[in-house]
Nanobody, 128 residues
Framework: QVQLVESGGGSVQSGGSLRLSCAAS????????MGWFRQAPGKEREGVAV???????SYADSVKGRFTISRDNAKNTLYLQMNSLKPEDTAMYYC??????????????????????WGQGTQVTVSS
């Protein structure tokens, strides 16, 4: 049984930082494609960053230069370091996992439905 558990969300002021973590269990973590997605109230879920099993990374344009995705295969954990946070970053953030197929990182960012496994989410609120 694949399980993903996010943590690290909270409330910060604009310009602040947060680090999200996603603890994975129940499968061979190192071989899976992993990603962070977010969903604000009334909006569709959108891709934030994805990382392949070999470390290849893709970011949404809105977070490039501010967010950093990483994975620690020894700890079965995915991270998202978020710096220079803006009010528009406010959303529920979700960790996702999927068996990799022959798609690009950009494709996975745009197609969250390709991910089969999801965590319960962690809320990030950025105030101005």
């Amino acid at each position: 049984q694949v399980q993903l558990v996010e943590s690290g969300g909270g409330s910060v002021q604009s310009g602040g930082s947060l680090r999200l973590s996603c603890a994975a269990s129940g499968y061979t973590y190192s071989g899976y494609y992993m990603g962070w997605f977010r969903q604000a109230p009334g909006k569709e879920r959108e891709g934030v960053a994805v990382i392949d099993s070999d470390g290849s990374i893709s970011y949404a344009d809105s977070v490039k230069g501010r967010f950093t995705i990483s994975r620690d295969n020894a700890k079965n954990t995915l991270y998202l370091q978020m710096n220079s946070l803006k009010p528009e970053d406010t959303a529920m953030y979700y960790c996702a996992a999927e068996v990799p197929a022959f798609y690009t990182g950009g494709y996975y960012l745009r197609n969250y439905n390709e991910f089969k496994y999801w965590g319960q989410g962690t809320q990030v609120t950025v105030s101005s």
